[in-house]
Structures are given as structure tokens and as C-alpha cells.
């Protein structure tokens, strides 16, 4: 497995050889210069084909500029994880890339199957048979975040990546288990996973964690899967300490899904605060999903919207504009399964992020506002 992690010094020579991002291309988050934007491997159909291009678009991005890729265990059946393991080799072995440069983020909870779909004698053989998981231990729709269950997919992960480190990995959407176990049951079992992960980062296994979510952060308080950030974070101080390593989130935000921005959905000293408020005062850095909505957003712009995004020639374009030029998000991750997307993708890196008044503009459209 190719050793090393992401460091300060190697992001921060990657960005020196990357002169036509703009400037504020570079954001410091975890103590490293990373790219406003990043690679998403979410969607795509379960195939060679498939793997192929993703493996190409990974060496792609780490030539243009990208630096943060970002997958799962569940990706199309660990397939992702594999893909950019293969592109990522090949690009440190071209000299495109050295390991120290690049961020590589996944995820473990759901049971992810092994090229394909999970069978149960696949189940059986590869989890109870083995006292990785026993009763209890797995939520519908086939969701874990057991102790033994998340080291196991941090080893596989790291497996499937070719890699001894893997910089951030987050318990994948573990809002799922709090409308079945109930609140006080999901923050004991998040505190007993997070414990887990202080000894992968211990054992050097992985350099940080978080928690990727849909729900979680974004809903009302109140509501079926909603998660406070306060109580999240406490739940890492109880497993690691003062100096614990959850560090990062992950969350949902588009132009049809701004809820992480404007709505207030967490308290902070007495006031409902929005996700990105309460993680920036919380010390928190921020990746977002789906910026394009899985395409949904494509071609449904207006000429005045459009208009809004200077210099940007395509809606994915406005998307990932709008994503990273939010305050308090370090990238969103656009998917990037073919080389054309990422090409287009990197023309957004060349320009600087939309000004304070341009942004406005945008939410006031948003808001319906004249």
C-alpha cells in the first residue's frame, strides 16, 4: 500500500504547481491547502466501463488541480474506492502527483457488497461468521456503525484505496439509526463509533473523521433525523478528548437544498444558529454533496440567473460556483466519472469565487426576493 498522508507541506507545493487556479482556489482547512472543489464518486453504473473512467477522471483532476477526492465503501459496491485507488497509483507513479499532496476522504456504514449487490451468504460469511457484526448491530436499510464494524471498513477502505492513510473518514450517514434506536441509544452509539475511529487515527490508519449526512444537520430540531452538532461534538470529546480528531462534516448543499446556509436548524450559547455557523464556531471544516443535485439542476436556469455567474459558460459550472463561493464550505464535490467533466469543472478553478455582492444576488433570487 502506498504510504505516506496529506501533509501541510505537500499540499501546499501542489497548489504552487497548479499557477492557473486563482488564488483563492487554495483554501486552508485541517491545517493543509486544499482545492475549492473536489471529486465526488457517487454515481454511475457497476461496471468495467464505468470503473474505467473514473480511474481516468482521478488522474485527470490531480492534473488539473484538484486535490480532494472523495468516496465511500458503498460507491457502487466498493468499486469507487478501487477506481480511484487505480488512478491515484498511476498518477503518483506518472510523477502527476506524491501521496503527501493529495486529500483522500471516505466513508463507512452502509454494507457496501463486493463489486455487486450484497448477498447474504456474502453478508454471513464476510461479517457474522467472522464476530464483526452480531445482533443488534445492523439497522434497516443495512446500516452499521458498530466499533468492530467501522474498523474492519477503515482496513477495507484503505484496501481498496491501495493506501496506509486515509485523511478523513466519516461515519456515512448515521442519522439513519436515530429514528429507529432513539436519541439517547444513537448519541452512545455515535460516541462508541467515534472511539473506534480515535484508535484508526491512533494506529495511524486514518488522519482525521466526521460524519457525512443527509439529513442530520440541515432538518429542524424536532424532526425525525435531526442531529445537533453541540451533542455530536460532544460525543468525540468523550471518546478522544480535548484534543479528539473529529474534525470535518459533510453535508448536502445546492442551489435547490441551501438549508446548510440559511436555516437555522442548531443552537449555539441560546441562539439557533445555521450548520455552517455552528460548525465554523465550532472548529469544523465543511465539504458539501451533491452541488449539481445529482444533474437535477441542469438547464432549468433562467437568462437572469445565469447572469449572476460571470465568466462560467455551463450550469454544472454555476452549481459549483454557487457551492464554493458560500461561506464557511471548503469544496463541494462534484461528481467526475468522465474526463469532459472534469475539464469543464476545472474552468471554474481559474476564477475567483463570486464577490460578497455577487453572492447576494444569487440568494435574493433564491429568496424570490426583487
Not at 116 to 126: A, D, H, I, L, V
Request: proline share 7%.
Amino acid at each position: 500500500m502506498i504510504p505516506g498522508k496529506a501533509t501541510p507541506q505537500g499540499t501546499a507545493l501542489y497548489a504552487t504547481k497548479h499557477p492557473a487556479a486563482h488564488a483563492q482556489h487554495w483554501r486552508a482547512a485541517l491545517g493543509l491547502s486544499i482545492s475549492s472543489v473536489g471529486m465526488g464518486t457517487y454515481l454511475g453504473n457497476a461496471d468495467p466501463v464505468t470503473d474505467g473512467k473514473y480511474a481516468a477522471a482521478t488522474g485527470k483532476a490531480l492534473s488539473l488541480g484538484f486535490n480532494v477526492l472523495d468516496s465511500a465503501a458503498n460507491y457502487r459496491y466498493q468499486r469507487s474506492e478501487r477506481n480511484i485507488g487505480t488512478g491515484l497509483k498511476k498518477a503518483i507513479d506518472e510523477g502527476i502527483v506524491t501521496r503527501d499532496q493529495v486529500v483522500l476522504c471516505s466513508k463507512g456504514g452502509f454494507i457496501p457488497g463486493d463489486w455487486g449487490p450484497p448477498t447474504r451468504e456474502w453478508f454471513q460469511e464476510t461479517y457474522v461468521k467472522s464476530g464483526i457484526l452480531g445482533a443488534g448491530d445492523v439497522v434497516e436499510p443495512g446500516h452499521s456503525m458498530a466499533p468492530k464494524y467501522l474498523k474492519h471498513e477503515v482496513d477495507q477502505s484503505r484496501k481498496n484505496l491501495g493506501v496506509e492513510t486515509i485523511d478523513v473518514y466519516h461515519v456515512h450517514n448515521p442519522e439513519t439509526q436515530l429514528p429507529v434506536v432513539g436519541p439517547e441509544d444513537y448519541y452512545k452509539r455515535l460516541t462508541e463509533a467515534f472511539r473506534a475511529l480515535e484508535e484508526c487515527a491512533a494506529e495511524g490508519k486514518i488522519q482525521w473523521y466526521g460524519t457525512a449526512t443527509w439529513h442530520a444537520y440541515r432538518v429542524p430540531a424536532g424532526t425525525e433525523a435531526a442531529v445537533s452538532l453541540d451533542k455530536t461534538v460532544a460525543c468525540a470529546r468523550a471518546a478522544g478528548g480535548e484534543n479528539h480528531r473529529f474534525r470535518v462534516l459533510q453535508l448536502p448543499f445546492n442551489l435547490a437544498m441551501p438549508e446548510a446556509r440559511l436555516s437555522p436548524t442548531q443552537e449555539r450559547d441560546g441562539a439557533e444558529v445555521s450548520a455552517l455557523e455552528a460548525a465554523e464556531a465550532l472548529g469544523l471544516t465543511v465539504f458539501t454533496s451533491v452541488p449539481l443535485m445529482q444533474a437535477q439542476l441542469l438547464g432549468r436556469f433562467s437568462k437572469e440567473f445565469k447572469a449572476k455567474f460571470p465568466g462560467l459558460d455551463t450550469d454544472a459550472q454555476r452549481c459549483i460556483q454557487f457551492a464554493r463561493s458560500t461561506p464557511g464550505i471548503a469544496a463541494p464535490l462534484p461528481g467526475m466519472k468522465t474526463l469532459d467533466h472534469v475539464v469543464e469543472n476545472a474552468k471554474v478553478a481559474v476564477l475567483p469565487p463570486l464577490t460578497p455582492d455577487e453572492y447576494a444576488g444569487v440568494l435574493s433570487i433564491l429568496r424570490g426576493q426583487p
